[in-house]
């Protein structure tokens, strides 16, 4: 993973504009402690920070090749590609020639290649901008679910990007200013936020599935290459199950690429034990096991935990029950609340804009202590937005109301704002016209029950406007650590499929995710299977609480 930048503007000459270059390329240090490198040529500046996990010593960036008639093309990437190896034999049988064995080098030459046609042969996260120097044109392109981050501002003829916001707001022609609507996003909508929307005047960020170019007649309107879309799932139970097991399982696997320590995020819930199953299986499989693991734990939990409607149980002895039966390597981060507290400044300044306060600096930390030895980690994110895990899935007061089932608080919420302020920002009209949107959008299957249909747009709202909150706090609280965190529950070969499995079946016996529990018999011990869904642990300690006031 890495951290990348630039800067085209047709009325400048970059070679005068390396101080503001170099101001963004270090703001992104974080992302990259492994190499800073630029390439700066007429009204083109591109910068790149490399964290190296595949190819150290040939997959250098910012990656220049020839194109057809030799001008330079020239690639800034951050990612990873799953699918390296296909691609790589397609484009060798096209008579492509490879100096490197890294994914960096396929993006480039699938460009040279396909042009503006090659993101949908990619798979993997990623967000990358190629500068084309015969064209006079840069093309970016962002992974489907949007696990990877690209922001971009226009300013004059010119156009600045990075991949967080404070790579931006390094370059003094992007001014922090954040107006009305900005604020609505942070202050009513968030932590969700609309996509693509960069809180900051005039910034913008590349919406999940997009792309976009770049030319001297200005910016053309970026568009999707990849989309949900709803069919009739074809599947009877025991076939869904299994394809469900068999996609998963390839996702995990493919993405135990790594020429660096690798490891898992282990919680004992579903997700995070399903992850670590196959993988562990899968590394002693190649020979490169024991897998390393690594759980969170907070001081004082055996003795303040008490039962909510959220938290049925303590994560800690699930955690035991996965190690002891898949002998990984394990290690129990412990944090207590003077240094939970004083990492929520890191943390805010590492994700830009407000996001989950406590939940955001225990990452940071937890990240922090696993990069020690690991660089990249496999995490179970995003299962709860695609298999409908959520409670407010369950609860037919959150499925009923005219909401954002995870934001039925409004009007409590907009209590807190000043009258000048709700004024305004009009809280409750803003998510209101959001809501609309985001419903305007869900891609409808003609003829599905009215439940049906509702869930369809639940599980729409979860996977547009809710997972990228926590994909975004992944990547940017990992990231703040130069830790590579991997998500195989975005592939999106599985998200595809699962999109259009009816709910009567993702909620089989009444269960939540059922099908994937079902899918995961025979892959994790039957009371794990059983277990209900824990939320991203939180401290108990009631110190945490006094510390804060």
């Given at each position: 993973m890495c951290g990348i930048a630039g800067w085209v503007d047709f009325d400048a000459q970059m070679e005068r504009q390396e101080p503001a270059l170099l101001a963004m390329r270090e703001?992104?240090?974080?992302?990259?402690?492994?190499?800073?490198?630029?390439?700066?040529?007429?009204?083109?500046?591109?910068?790149?920070?490399?964290?190296?996990?595949?190819?150290?010593?040939?997959?250098?960036?910012?990656?220049?090749?020839?194109?057809?008639?030799?001008?330079?093309?020239?690639?800034v990437y951050n990612g990873e590609l799953y699918n390296t190896p296909d691609v790589r034999q397609d484009l060798q049988s096209r008579g492509h020639r490879f100096h490197s064995y890294s994914d960096?080098?396929?993006?480039?030459?699938?460009?040279?290649?396909?042009?503006?046609?090659?993101?949908?042969?990619?798979?993997?996260?990623f967000a990358f901008a190629v500068w084309d120097q015969a064209r006079q044109r840069l093309f970016a392109a962002r992974d489907r679910l949007g696990v990877k981050p690209l922001f971009y501002a226009l300013r004059g003829r010119g156009l600045v990007f990075a991949s967080e916001l404070k790579g931006l707001l390094a370059n003094p022609v992007v001014q922090p200013d954040v107006d009305a609507e900005g604020l609505a996003e942070v202050l009513a909508l968030g932590p969700a936020r609309t996509p693509g929307h960069g809180i900051f005047r005039g910034v913008e960020e590349l919406r999940s599935g997009y792309q976009m170019t770049f030319d001297r007649s200005g910016l053309h309107t970026p568009r999707a290459y990849w989309r949900l879309e709803s069919h009739e799932h074809p599947d009877g139970?025991?076939?869904?199950?299994?394809?469900?097991?068999?996609?998963?399982?390839?996702?995990?696997?493919?993405?135990?690429?790594?020429?660096?320590?690798?490891?898992?995020?282990?919680?004992?819930?579903?997700?995070?034990?399903?992850?670590?199953?196959?993988a562990a299986r899968e590394m002693?499989?190649?020979?490169?096991?024991?897998?390393?693991?690594?759980?969170?734990?907070?001081a004082g939990t055996s003795r303040d935990f008490a039962p909510t409607r959220y938290y049925a149980d303590p994560d800690a002895p699930w955690v035991e029950r996965m190690v002891q039966e898949l002998g990984t390597d394990h290690r129990t981060i412990l944090l207590d609340t003077p240094e939970q507290a004083s990492a929520l400044e890191h943390a805010v300044r590492a994700r830009d804009v407000p996001g989950l306060a406590d939940v955001d600096s225990s990452l940071l930390l937890?990240?922090?202590?696993?990069?020690?030895?690991?660089?990249?980690?496999?995490?179970?994110?995003?299962?709860?937005?695609?298999?409908?895990?959520?409670?407010?899935?369950?609860?037919?007061?959150?499925?009923?109301?005219?909401?954002?089932?995870?934001?039925?608080?409004?009007a409590w919420r907009a209590r807190i704002l000043s009258p000048e302020a709700r004024a305004v920002l009009a809280p409750e009209r803003y998510i209101a016209e959001r809501y609309a949107q985001a419903l305007s959008e869900v891609p409808r299957l003609s003829g599905e029950a009215p439940e049906e249909a509702r869930m369809?747009?639940?599980?729409?709202?979860?996977?547009?406007?809710?997972?990228p909150t926590l994909l975004d706090r992944k990547d940017r609280m990992s990231m703040a650590v130069s830790l590579e965190v991997r998500v195989p529950f975005c592939d999106h070969h599985l998200v595809e499929y699962v999109w259009n499995i009816p709910w009567h079946m993702k909620a089989w016996q009444g269960e939540s995710k059922g099908i994937l529990r079902l899918a995961l018999e025979g892959v994790l011990p039957p009371d794990v299977l059983r277990r209900k869904k824990v939320p991203y642990p939180r401290t108990f300690n009631p110190t945490y609480l006094a510390t804060m006031r």
């Open positions: 703001a992104l240090a974080c992302r990259g402690p492994d190499a800073a490198t630029s390439w700066v040529q007429g009204p083109v500046g591109l910068v790149h920070r490399r964290l190296v996990v595949v190819d150290p010593t040939a997959g250098g960036q910012p990656m220049t090749r020839p194109g057809p008639n030799g001008e330079p093309v020239v690639l960096t080098e396929v993006v480039l030459r699938s460009y040279l290649q396909w042009g503006e046609d090659c993101p949908p042969r990619l798979e993997g996260i139970l025991g076939r869904t199950a299994e394809t469900v097991r068999d996609l998963l399982s390839g996702a995990i696997q493919r993405q135990l690429v790594s020429d660096v320590p690798l490891s898992t995020l282990l919680s004992g819930g579903l997700d995070s034990s399903a992850v670590t199953a196959v002693a499989r190649q020979g490169r096991g024991p897998l390393r693991t690594y759980s969170l734990e907070f937890f990240c922090r202590e696993v990069r020690r030895e690991s660089t990249v980690a496999l995490s179970g994110e995003a299962a709860d937005e695609v298999f409908g895990g959520y409670p407010w899935c369950h609860w037919q007061e959150s499925v009923a109301a005219q909401t954002f089932p995870w934001a039925t608080n409004t369809r747009e639940i599980l729409y709202l979860n996977i547009t406007r809710f997972l």
